[in-house]
């Protein structure tokens, strides 16, 4: 009887957390920025957006008794993290926090004050900081790598670390718009296949006839509007149908986060690189390994046949968008894709590419399927020295691959002199003859980096030190100031960083998107007086600067 009745609270208390709902996280209009599992490179947006209207300080409250499980402290992502575990198996996330309430503030400088670093990664025991439903926990802010103040919220199932739809959790947010669709895209799917792969806008693919032969494939560029916004955000499912057959299903239900980077095979990663589009594939890649596909079947076009084709998009709250258009079997020699000139590396094997000077380790799964990638060598006259092609910027990479590449004898000269090995690394061209810096570590002649990113590479130097500066404009200052230093770097980026007043490590906040350290006065426990701040600074190469800067507090 005593099994029974445990069975039966253990039915009841699953369907409940089910059916739990919660309130907002704060006491505003919800207004979302951004949807759960929008398209975003390299990741699914994995919560909610929700807009403070440009407002940073709005009270964040915790939706459900529970505990604080982490609290995640970063110049990127989140920004001020805070992680609040509830009875009920669910986590929620709270993001880009302009700060937090005092009793959680009070625990994580304690932690940056022990480890002497403001990047901080603290997992307090469960009786540590218990909270309860609709207490103040932070203030929403605009910290990490965000684009503007809002409030970052997620629902995450707690044993599965996995990300859920809020929306499921929350009142309803109004939305009685359909998906808008942009466009689609057509792909031959092997060899044979013949299709003149090309991005069709909507008005040139509604109730168009398109020519194609073979194993075919679809893409579409889509995104859904909320009623009170007016961002675009993600649409949850994708039916695709040849002649009243479904052939393609995908539903945005939740995505574990050990599987949220298969987004670069979920979408064109191509055209993402090249054009800022996300095209949402309704096929699926052999090392694709996302579970949101419930239906996919191969779309087979013969001579002659008409194949009537017809997506239907749907949004969390059930308002559906359908693009209708045809496909004609014709074998059209001009359409055929043919394989390029460049090898084809299978995606489930290991390969070592010694080729041209450079050497290239890939393992297995790197790639979603097989890949072709071009391996070349030029002496460039706009970088002045030698650019590697690796494959193109348009091949995604599952994982890092093993980059060496020779180090010309330019360079190679004047290490150990006026050079360091840490100011020499391989760096990527981009737009516009720009230089991206990717690492590595000098052996012997050779430079080894980890990266996954394919395309051009050079061998490039920084002998250059960050510029650090103060940002007050005066000298003396009260607890209601900030001291503000300015902070950038010409090319590796800011790694390090290390702030002392009258020769104590002091705890500064450094703010990438504003280029400058910040503490406030009133939490640095200064007395009156004079005081010297020394701030030393390092870029990804082992430039240092130190600067001095000596003020009065009263």
Not at 257 to 271: C, L, M, T
Not at 373 to 384: A, C, G, N, P
Not at 509 to 530: C, M, T
């Amino acid at each position: 009887m005593k099994s029974k009745l445990i069975f039966l609270f253990c039915i009841l208390g699953y369907f409940g957390a089910k059916a739990q709902k919660y309130p907002s996280p704060m006491d505003i209009q919800n207004v979302l920025s951004a949807s759960f599992a929008e398209l975003r490179p390299n990741h699914f947006h994995a919560g909610l957006d929700i807009s403070t209207g440009g407002v940073i300080g709005v009270p964040v409250k915790s939706v459900a008794d529970g505990y604080v499980s982490r609290i995640k402290v970063s110049p990127y992502g989140y920004g001020y993290g805070l992680y609040i575990t509830h009875y009920d198996g669910h986590t929620t996330v709270y993001g880009h926090l302009s700060e937090y309430a005092p009793k959680i503030d009070s625990v994580i400088r304690k932690e940056q004050y022990r480890i002497e670093s403001f990047t901080a990664d603290y997992f307090p025991k469960e009786d540590e900081l218990p909270v309860k439903k609709g207490e103040i926990i932070a203030y929403s802010g605009n910290t990490g790598s965000s684009g503007g103040p809002h409030l970052h919220f997620e629902v995450r199932d707690t044993k599965a670390d996995a990300a859920l739809n809020p929306l499921e959790f929350l009142d309803e947010v109004a939305d009685h718009q359909a998906p808008t669709v942009y466009g689609i895209k057509v792909y031959a799917l092997d060899d044979t296949s013949a299709v003149n792969e090309k991005y069709y806008t909507l008005n040139l693919i509604q109730n168009r006839t398109i020519e194609a032969f073979g194993h075919v494939g679809f893409g579409i560029n889509a995104v859904d509007f909320f009623d009170i916004g007016g961002r675009p955000c993600g649409v949850v499912g994708v039916r695709l149908f040849d002649n009243d057959t479904l052939v393609f299903h995908s539903e945005l239900e939740n995505i574990p986060f050990d599987k949220s980077r298969y987004i670069n095979s979920f979408v064109d990663y191509a055209e993402v690189q090249s054009d800022n589009r996300y095209i949402q594939k309704s096929f699926i890649e052999p090392g694709n390994f996302l579970d949101i596909y419930k239906t996919c079947r191969p779309v087979i076009v013969k001579e002659g046949e008409v194949h009537n084709m017809r997506y239907e998009l749907t949004d969390f709250n059930g308002n559906k968008k359908t693009v209708k258009f045809s496909v004609k079997g014709h074998k059209n020699a001009a359409f055929v894709k043919g394989k390029p000139v460049f090898q084809e590396f299978d995606w489930k094997k290991d390969h070592i590419i010694d080729t041209l000077g450079i050497y290239v380790m890939i393992k297995d799964s790197t790639f979603y399927k097989n890949e072709f990638l071009e391996f070349s060598r030029e002496d460039s006259t706009i970088f002045k020295r030698t650019v590697y092609t690796v494959g193109n910027a348009g091949i995604p990479a599952h994982q890092n691959f093993f980059l060496t590449i020779p180090v010309p004898d330019s360079i190679k000269s004047h290490i150990g002199k006026e050079l360091s090995e840490s100011q020499v690394f391989i760096a990527r061209t981009g737009k516009k003859n720009s230089l991206g810096y990717i690492g590595g570590k000098l052996s012997g002649d050779l430079i080894v980096a980890e990266t996954r990113q394919f395309g051009h590479f050079v061998i490039a130097t920084d002998t250059v030190a960050p510029k650090v500066y103060s940002k007050n404009s005066v000298t003396v200052l009260s607890n209601s100031n900030n001291i503000m230093i300015g902070v950038s770097d010409n090319f590796s980026g800011i790694s390090k960083y290390d702030c002392y007043i009258d020769g104590k490590w002091k705890l500064f906040e450094f703010d990438y998107k504003n280029a400058r350290l910040i503490s406030p006065v009133k939490k640095l426990g200064l007395e009156a007086g004079f005081h010297d701040l020394e701030a030393r600074v390092e870029d990804a190469c082992g430039n240092e600067k130190v600067f001095k800067w000596r003020f009065r507090t009263r």
